[in-house]
């Protein structure tokens, strides 16, 4: 019976995953959230860039400054490892706000959609604006915890590898629903972070049907272009590097395209999910999917072994 329920939770989670690409090829633009999101990370990558080059070529005076702190503190090399570690920090913050607040623009619109209320890209940007205090928070949990994990990869064995795989899947576990919970229940990081926890403990078989179905597909589509782009010049051409520079640009847009659509497909099957085990129903976008049927089915099973009560209506 356990063995049966797993793999209905995944049919479940496939299907969800099935209808969301549907969802999205008729809301093509919910794709804008995405492509703004993959336009704010260049405009940061330049920043960055143009942050290095003004610590590297900086003024006589900031230099003078930083040789004389690195003589009072013990070191130019103690110095140089702080501002490594606050860098990385504000990098891993800055990273983890501006993906939360496109990923939550992007949820807003979807749950909108949901509900049959009218939206757009503007909609969506001013809902994930009403969470700004809670996704700014969130930017310093996932920056600590990225530190942490930059520090799990620099230790070496298969303890440390052990280690790194669990605490990759448990943080995996505890954020999949982060978005959805922080844009639809406004609480704060511990409260959003609990009720994420509690929705995949409700939902992990659906949560990984939909992992894996969202991904097989997207790597059933990137198989292809990698292989017509970049293998077959290499390994069927003589001289592969008079065709390359050619197929190398068309090939990175259309691996960006597919990554942008897997970004929004699990966006939207997110939502849906959340929806689900927080209202007890699917979206209609999504009719024809009974997840209510796992817990019927397991309700008669129960009771034919004398067991207790089913789960509730609503819990997966």
């Given at each position: 019976m356990?063995?049966q329920?797993?793999?209905?939770r995944l049919r479940?989670?496939?299907?969800?995953?099935?209808?969301?690409?549907?969802?999205?090829?008729?809301e093509?633009?919910l794709?804008?959230?995405?492509?703004l999101?993959?336009?704010?990370?260049?405009?940061?990558?330049?920043?960055?860039l143009?942050?290095l080059?003004?610590?590297?070529f900086?003024?006589?005076?900031?230099?003078?400054?930083?040789?004389?702190?690195?003589?009072?503190?013990?070191g130019s090399?103690?110095?140089?490892?702080?501002l490594?570690?606050?860098?990385?920090?504000?990098?891993?913050f800055?990273?983890t706000?501006?993906a939360?607040?496109?990923?939550?623009?992007l949820v807003?619109s979807?749950g909108?959609?949901?509900?049959?209320?009218?939206?757009?890209?503007?909609?969506?940007?001013?809902g994930a604006?009403?969470?700004?205090?809670t996704?700014?928070a969130?930017?310093?949990?996932g920056?600590?915890?990225?530190m942490?994990?930059?520090?799990?990869?620099?230790?070496?064995?298969?303890?440390?590898?052990?280690v790194?795989?669990?605490?990759?899947?448990?943080?995996?576990?505890?954020?999949f629903?982060?978005?959805?919970?922080?844009?639809f229940?406004?609480s704060?990081?511990?409260?959003s972070?609990?009720?994420?926890?509690?929705?995949?403990?409700e939902?992990w078989?659906e949560?990984?049907?939909?992992?894996l179905?969202?991904?097989?597909?997207?790597?059933?589509?990137?198989i292809?272009?990698l292989?017509?782009?970049?293998?077959?010049?290499?390994?069927?051409?003589?001289?592969?590097?008079?065709?390359?520079p050619?197929?190398?640009?068309?090939?990175v847009?259309?691996l960006v395209?597919?990554a942008?659509?897997?970004?929004?497909?699990?966006?939207?099957a997110k939502?849906?999910?959340?929806?689900?085990?927080?209202?007890g129903?699917?979206?209609?976008?999504?009719d024809?999917?009974?997840?209510?049927?796992?817990?019927?089915?397991?309700?008669?099973s129960?009771?034919?072994?004398?067991g207790g009560q089913?789960?509730?209506?609503?819990?997966?």
């Amino acid at each position: 019976m356990v063995f049966q329920s797993a793999i209905a939770r995944l049919r479940t989670g496939f299907a969800i995953a099935k209808a969301s690409f549907g969802v999205l090829r008729r809301e093509k633009w919910l794709l804008a959230f995405p492509i703004l999101y993959g336009f704010a990370v260049i405009v940061g990558l330049v920043g960055l860039l143009a942050g290095l080059v003004v610590v590297v070529f900086g003024s006589a005076i900031g230099v003078a400054a930083l040789e004389s702190v690195a003589v009072d503190v013990g070191g130019s090399e103690t110095v140089t490892a702080v501002l490594g570690l606050v860098g990385s920090f504000l990098f891993l913050f800055a990273a983890t706000a501006v993906a939360t607040f496109f990923s939550a623009a992007l949820v807003h619109s979807v749950g909108k959609l949901f509900a049959g209320e009218p939206t757009g890209v503007r909609d969506g940007l001013a809902g994930a604006w009403e969470s700004k205090r809670t996704i700014f928070a969130w930017g310093f949990v996932g920056a600590a915890v990225g530190m942490v994990f930059r520090a799990l990869e620099s230790q070496e064995g298969k303890l440390a590898a052990t280690v790194r795989a669990i605490a990759g899947f448990a943080w995996f576990a505890m954020t999949f629903f982060i978005v959805p919970v922080i844009v639809f229940r406004d609480s704060g990081v511990r409260e959003s972070m609990h009720d994420s926890v509690t929705l995949f403990r409700e939902t992990w078989g659906e949560v990984g049907g939909i992992s894996l179905g969202i991904g097989l597909v997207t790597i059933a589509a990137a198989i292809p272009v990698l292989g017509l782009g970049i293998g077959a010049p290499v390994f069927l051409l003589e001289t592969p590097g008079t065709v390359l520079p050619y197929t190398i640009g068309p090939t990175v847009a259309l691996l960006v395209g597919i990554a942008l659509v897997h970004n929004a497909a699990t966006a939207i099957a997110k939502t849906a999910l959340y929806r689900y085990a927080d209202a007890g129903e699917l979206p209609p976008a999504f009719d024809g999917i009974d997840p209510d049927d796992l817990v019927r089915s397991r309700r008669r099973s129960r009771a034919t072994m004398g067991g207790g009560q089913g789960s509730q209506p609503g819990k997966i």
